[in-house]
């Protein structure tokens, strides 16, 4: 069964560090998410992504991360200078279809942050 | 900005038993609701869905309930099985061209054998 797979699965890192994480989503999906859940919290939208652009983003999504698919298959979240507040366990999603109706995100199994 | 909610942390049921999970929402343009469990350490994965223009949807043990008028959804799972003890999701979408997911706080469910 075709599933979204995420690198690395834990990675702890310095406060003002940089931080890429790396996910390949469903090959024929054509929706890209990243989602956080901060330990004890609710899983939270960070940004959606299509044909090479951000077609929504959340008010944390701000200066501070960037996405891209540099290269057909992978899809990376980049924080520039982590903070303690953005350890989290973040998700990557991918959906075939987008809308109401064709709902279904298919999730990784998350990259857990830790910033220190 | 609570606009999913999920008012119990954790559900214990027997096996066999029926588990209801419940969830209410605060916003009437959501168009679209879903169902997600996760296992620790994993993603969540899709469950079950039901549209705003329905008041019901059946998967197999799995049930959705909707009702618009009280803002509230529940999810029935008949029998509930050992394998069934996850936390359960309730997520919400509006309509339109988007696929951003509002997600409640989560359920645990612990189903006993």
């Known amino acids: 069964e075709p599933e979204v797979t995420q690198t690395p699965s834990h990675q702890v890192t310095q406060m003002g560090q940089e931080v890429i994480l790396r996910c390949v989503p469903i090959?024929?999906?054509?929706?890209f998410y990243w989602y956080r859940q901060i330990l004890g919290q609710k899983v939270e939208f960070l940004v959606s992504?299509?044909?090479?652009?951000?077609?929504?983003k959340s008010e944390i999504f701000d200066d501070q991360f960037s996405v891209e698919r540099p290269d057909g298959s992978n899809f990376t979240l980049k924080i520039r200078s982590t903070k303690l507040e953005d350890s989290a366990m973040y998700f990557c999603?991918?959906?075939?279809?987008?809308?109401?109706?064709?709902?279904?995100?298919?999730f990784g199994e998350g990259s857990r942050l830790t910033v220190l | 900005d609570q606009q999913v909610k999920q008012n119990s942390p954790s559900l214990s049921v027997q096996e066999g038993r029926i588990s209801i999970l419940n969830c209410d929402y605060t916003n009437s343009m959501f168009d679209y609701f879903l169902w997600y469990k996760k296992y620790p350490a994993e993603g969540p994965t899709f469950l079950i869905s039901?549209?705003?223009?329905?008041d019901k949807n059946e998967d197999g043990r799995f049930t959705v309930f909707l009702n618009k008028s009280a803002k509230h959804l529940s999810l029935h799972i008949v029998p509930s099985q050992p394998g069934d003890s996850a936390v359960y999701f309730c997520a919400a979408m509006y309509g339109g061209a988007t696929n951003k997911l509002i997600f409640g706080t989560g359920t645990l469910l612990a189903v006993q054998p």
């Open positions: 039901i549209s705003s223009i329905k």
């Open positions: 992504f299509y044909n090479n652009e951000i077609s929504e």
């Open positions: 999603a991918s959906s075939e279809l987008r809308g109401a109706n064709t709902g279904e995100l298919f």
């Open positions: 090959s024929n999906h054509l929706y």
